[in-house]
């Protein structure tokens, strides 16, 4: 279970929020599930609510802060510009700047998108465990916080889940607890998903996680018409990046294809001694300003020194210097236009070799995505997204010659092959490893590896459909020339 903790100040405007629409009008059926008594005695759990209602029940949330007029606040600190970090001063604390309003406690609690959907009944008892367990209840009623939570359908990820607000004021008018709380959530969902049975994330069973992502990334997303936030679209660039790469260089070249602005990250008091890399997709004319990323941050396994081990010793010299190279301006522009690679002969080897494994397939499915999804990721990317987590496989090394020979070909055939044996190696690691040992991995891949197949055989027939209906060009007499084949690359 996957718990997302922010504080703010606008109760009424977060209720809202919640019975609303959503930002893509992904909201539906938005009703109570559980609460305080008082907010319970007003709304019954299950009743659709309005936005009259949202308004009425932050009253009621919020009605101890007002009577004893408590004023909860959280601090700002100074951070840095260019890499979001925060400013310290020279006794290695962070710099205060302000203050802002915190008296309003918001969490989400969702299950994985595989999982499927739980019950209003048992996400009212999760719910009572979670506030209960967080210590925002007392038995005896003074030191109780108000706290209601509310259910709207799944996420954009198809995530089921739900959303606790919570007063920060209690009965009494002091002030909640909020120390080390998002320790205290994770530790909370961990003990919930034994008592009642759910899985556990997959990045607390395993040791890597991906990361997740914060309402201020949803927004921009939305501000610019974007179906993933930056990071998850970074990932999936990057990691489509390796599936074409054949070293260190390569990967940063293509991901620069792919959109990506890179940067060097030096380490303390050098300006040539690079440390990692950090990766933005610029600014956009809604948004001034470019975010920039740590890929360590985004997915462990993109970080700099997991970069050069998986291309090894060989290279890096190369691949630092290129890296330097690239130390610019901090706020360049969104670029208008990308351009795909495609596999080599020897991306082609590694993926059928015996040491392929969920990894590889996870760089070829982002690498998929891109070229059949664009700019709406689906199936291909929910694939490459699972096995980013996964940690065993297996291959065959035969069928390398033949996909090389489809690719030189062109015609888009290639990618179709490669599609077909990532079915293929994926469902052998299915059967031969992790439907034993990972089977709530095994139930939400083998789904989406059905999903995949049908836009294979859809990619296929259209291929199939635009050769029928083209006449095969006819060179220049005696110069072999002739119709130039299909970029299995991309373009947008």
Request: proline share 4%.
């Given at each position: 279970?996957?718990?997302?903790?922010?504080?703010?100040?606008?109760?009424?405007?977060?209720?809202?929020?919640?019975?609303?629409?959503g930002?893509?009008?992904?909201h539906?059926n938005?009703?109570?599930?559980?609460?305080?008594?008082?907010?319970?005695?007003?709304?019954?759990p299950?009743v659709?609510?309005?936005?009259?209602?949202a308004?009425?029940i932050?009253?009621?949330?919020d009605?101890?802060?007002?009577?004893h007029g408590?004023?909860?606040?959280?601090?700002?600190?100074?951070?840095?510009?260019e890499?979001?970090a925060?400013?310290?001063?020279e006794?290695?604390?962070?710099?205060?700047?302000?203050?802002k309003?915190?008296?309003?406690?918001?969490?989400?609690?969702?299950?994985?998108?595989?999982?499927?959907?739980?019950?209003d009944?048992?996400?009212?008892?999760i719910a009572?465990?979670?506030?209960?367990k967080?210590?925002?209840?007392?038995?005896?009623?003074?030191?109780?916080?108000?706290?209601v939570?509310?259910h709207h359908?799944?996420?954009?990820?198809?995530?089921?889940?739900i959303?606790?607000?919570?007063?920060?004021?209690?009965?009494?008018?002091?002030?909640?607890?909020?120390?080390?709380?998002f320790h205290?959530?994770?530790?909370?969902?961990?003990?919930?998903?034994?008592?009642?049975?759910?899985?556990?994330?997959?990045s607390?069973?395993?040791?890597?996680?991906?990361a997740?992502e914060?309402?201020?990334?949803?927004?921009?997303?939305?501000?610019?018409h974007?179906?993933l936030s930056d990071?998850?679209?970074?990932q999936?660039?990057?990691?489509?990046?390796?599936?074409?790469?054949n070293?260190a260089?390569?990967?940063?070249?293509?991901?620069?294809?792919?959109g990506v602005?890179?940067?060097?990250?030096f380490k303390?008091g050098?300006?040539?001694?690079?440390?990692?890399y950090?990766?933005?997709?610029?600014h956009s004319?809604t948004?001034?300003?470019?975010?920039?990323y740590?890929?360590?941050?985004?997915?462990r396994t993109?970080?700099?020194?997991?970069?050069n081990q998986?291309?090894?010793?060989?290279?890096k010299?190369?691949?630092d210097?290129?890296?330097v190279?690239l130390?610019?301006?901090?706020n360049?522009?969104?670029?208008t236009?990308t351009?795909?690679h495609?596999?080599?002969?020897?991306?082609l080897?590694?993926?059928?070799?015996?040491?392929?494994?969920p990894?590889?397939?996870a760089?070829?499915?982002?690498?998929?995505?891109?070229?059949?999804?664009?700019?709406k990721?689906?199936?291909?990317?929910q694939l490459?997204m699972?096995?980013?987590?996964?940690t065993?496989g297996?291959?065959?090394?035969?069928?390398?010659a033949r996909?090389?020979?489809?690719?030189?070909?062109?015609?888009?055939?290639?990618?179709?092959a490669v599609a077909?044996?990532?079915?293929?190696?994926?469902r052998?690691?299915?059967e031969?490893?992790?439907?034993t040992?990972?089977?709530?991995?095994?139930?939400?891949v083998d789904?989406?590896?059905?999903?995949?197949e049908?836009?294979?055989?859809?990619e296929?027939?259209?291929i199939?459909?635009?050769?029928?209906?083209?006449a095969?060009a006819?060179?220049?007499?005696?110069?072999?020339?002739g119709?130039?084949?299909?970029?299995?690359?991309y373009?947008?």
């Open positions: 279970m996957i718990p997302n903790v922010v504080r703010g100040g606008r109760m009424a405007a977060l209720m809202n929020y919640l019975v609303g629409p930002r893509a009008n992904e539906e938005q009703r109570l599930i559980a609460g305080d008594d008082r907010v319970t005695f007003a709304y019954a299950g659709e609510l309005s936005k009259y209602d308004f009425e932050a009253e009621i949330l009605a101890p802060r007002k009577l408590t004023s909860v606040v959280k601090p700002v600190y100074a951070k840095d510009e890499t979001g925060f400013l310290k001063d006794n290695g604390k962070k710099i205060r700047i302000g203050s309003d915190a008296h309003v406690w918001h969490c989400s609690l969702a299950v994985e998108a595989g999982y499927g959907s739980v019950p009944e048992q996400w009212a008892k009572g465990s979670f506030v209960e967080m210590g925002f209840i007392d038995p005896d009623g003074a030191k109780s916080s108000r706290w939570a509310v359908g799944a996420s954009k990820n198809g995530n089921d889940h959303h606790l607000v919570v007063s920060m004021v209690r009965e009494d008018g002091t002030k909640a607890s909020t120390h080390n709380d205290r959530a994770q530790v909370a969902c961990r003990e919930l998903e034994v008592e009642y049975g759910l899985p556990r994330l997959e607390q069973e395993h040791g890597q996680g991906l997740g914060k309402p201020a990334e949803r927004a921009r997303a939305d501000r610019n974007m179906a990071k998850f679209e970074l999936r660039r990057l990691r489509a990046a390796l599936a074409t790469a070293s260089e390569e990967y940063l070249r293509h991901a620069q294809d792919h602005h890179i940067a060097p990250s303390p050098s300006n040539t001694e690079v440390r990692g950090r990766v933005s997709f610029g004319a948004d001034g300003k470019a975010v920039w740590a890929p360590s941050k985004i997915d993109l970080g700099w020194p997991d970069i998986r291309f090894g010793a060989q290279g010299a190369a691949a210097a290129y890296l190279s130390h610019s301006a901090n360049p522009a969104m670029k236009r351009k795909g495609a596999l080599s002969v020897a991306q080897e590694r993926m059928m070799s015996h040491k392929t494994g990894d590889t397939l760089n070829i499915y982002a690498r998929l995505s891109l070229q059949w999804e664009r700019n990721p689906g199936t291909l990317h490459s699972s096995y980013a987590r996964a065993q297996m291959g065959n090394a035969r069928y390398a996909l090389n020979q489809r690719f030189a070909a062109g015609n888009g055939r290639g990618w179709v077909k044996q990532a079915g293929r190696l994926g052998l690691m299915l031969n490893n992790l439907r040992d990972r089977p709530r991995f095994t139930a939400g789904r989406l590896i059905n999903d995949a049908s836009i294979v055989r859809a296929m027939r259209k199939e459909q635009e050769q029928s209906h083209t095969p006819r060179g220049l007499a005696g110069t072999g020339q119709r130039t084949p299909r970029d299995p690359g373009e947008r």
